[in-house]
T-cell receptor, first 115, second 112 residues
Framework: EPEVTQTPSHQVTQMGQEVILRCVPISNHLYFYWYRQILGQKVEFLVS????????KSEIFDDQFSVERPDGSNFTLKIRSTKLEDSAMYFC?????????????FGPGTRLTVL | SQKIEQNSEALNIQEGKTATLTCNYTNYSPAYLQWYRQDPGRGPVFLLL?????KEKRKERLKVTFDTTLKQSLFHITASQPADSATYLCALANTGGFKTIFGAGTRLFVKA
């Protein structure tokens, strides 16, 4: 069964450094998302992406964050200058072209630790 | 602001019983509501979706109801099994589905 993959599984970085989290969505999907989950807290929406542009973003997704689909398979989240409070699990998700109620499939996540 | 409330306390039930989880929301008119399962350290897994004009949906041992007047959804697992032990998340999406907001989840423990 097709699945969303994410790399790396765990990223440790120093405060102020840039990180890029990578995702490979399911191949025929058209909608892409990033979420984060701070340990013990709820899953929080960051951004959605469709047709090569951001569709919607949350207040968390400030100028320090950016997303890109550099080729036909990858979807990346960049954090320009990491802060301690960026430490969280980051999940990528994708959904297909079956309309806007199509199921979102989540990846296994990247655990980001900012020291 | 938009708010989703799920039982913060864990739900403990005996194997074979029906588990009922509640999701209440305020300041939101979702186009549809979803339930996900999340195991520790893993990503959410989609279970069921119900639209604003639907009252009930079923899938195998799962049933979800959606009352837009009460702003509440109930999620039932019948004939529960220890393998059903997990955290269950309620999520709401707007028209277009471009933004989904999640509740904090309810932890379910099913004892053998």
């Amino acid at each position: 069964e097709p699945e969303v993959t994410q790399t790396p599984s765990h990223q440790v970085t120093q405060m102020g450094q840039e990180v890029i989290l990578r995702c490979v969505p399911i191949s025929n999907h058209l909608y892409f998302y990033w979420y984060r989950q701070i340990l013990g807290q709820k899953v929080e929406f960051l951004v959605s992406f469709y047709n090569n542009e951001i569709s919607e973003k949350s207040e968390i997704f400030d100028d320090q964050f950016s997303v890109e689909r550099p080729d036909g398979s990858n979807f990346t989240l960049k954090i320009r200058s990491t802060k301690l409070e960026d430490s969280a699990m980051y999940f990528c998700a994708s959904s297909g072209g079956g309309g806007w109620t199509d199921t979102q499939y989540f990846g296994p996540g990247t655990r980001l630790t900012v020291l | 602001s938009q708010k989703i409330e799920q039982n913060s306390e864990a739900l403990n039930i005996q194997e074979g019983k029906t588990a009922t989880l509640t999701c209440n929301y305020t300041n939101y008119s979702p186009a549809y509501l979803q339930w996900y399962r999340q195991d520790p350290g893993r990503g959410p897994v989609f279970l069921l979706l119900i639209r604003e004009n639907e009252k009930e949906k079923r899938k195998e041992r799962l049933k979800v109801t959606f009352d837009t007047t009460l702003k509440q959804s109930l999620f039932h697992i019948t004939a529960s099994q220890p393998a059903d032990s997990a955290t269950y998340l309620c999520a709401l999406a707007n028209t277009g589905g471009f933004k989904t907001i999640f509740g904090a989840g309810t932890r379910l423990f099913v004892k053998a």
